[in-house]
């Protein structure tokens, strides 16, 4: 029953010209029902992109976290699964700096201090990183 709503949604959605804003956890169902996806982290977007580029190119840590574990490795991908340590912050008192910080692998004293500014990497592709 699934695969029919969503097939019937990519339907009305082709026929009718219009767009969906669908929020999910389940990257397969956003990998074939979206064409632009925004990773969020604590309500704060951390990455946008084109699916089709994100998925080909995870860039934020927390995006290459969550697809590590939500995803599959193709046979011939190499994909090292990223498993992330401490607790999730509450939403009601976030953290100073990149609300990732407490969980990233990837974090640098910056992170704690200094909230990222949103960037683009490649053509619609932007990230709030101080990675990049």
């Not at 992109?49 to 995803?71: E, Q």
Request: proline fraction near 10%.
């Amino acid at each position: 029953i699934r695969a029919q709503i969503m097939n019937l949604l990519k339907d009305l959605q082709s026929e009718y010209n219009v767009a969906y804003m669908l929020i999910a956890h389940d990257l397969a169902t956003v990998r074939y029902m979206c064409t632009w996806v925004a990773v969020m982290y604590l309500g704060e977007v951390v990455e946008l992109s084109p699916v089709k580029d994100l998925y080909a190119n995870p860039s934020h840590p927390y995006t290459k976290a969550l697809m590590s574990a939500a995803l599959p490795s193709h046979p011939d991908m190499e994909q090292e699964e990223i498993i992330l340590t401490g607790e999730v912050p509450s939403p009601l008192n976030p953290p100073s700096g990149c609300y990732f910080h407490p969980r990233c692998p990837a974090v640098m004293d910056r992170c704690s201090v200094d909230k990222p500014e949103t960037k683009e990497i490649s053509p619609g592709h932007s990230l709030s990183c101080h990675l990049f």
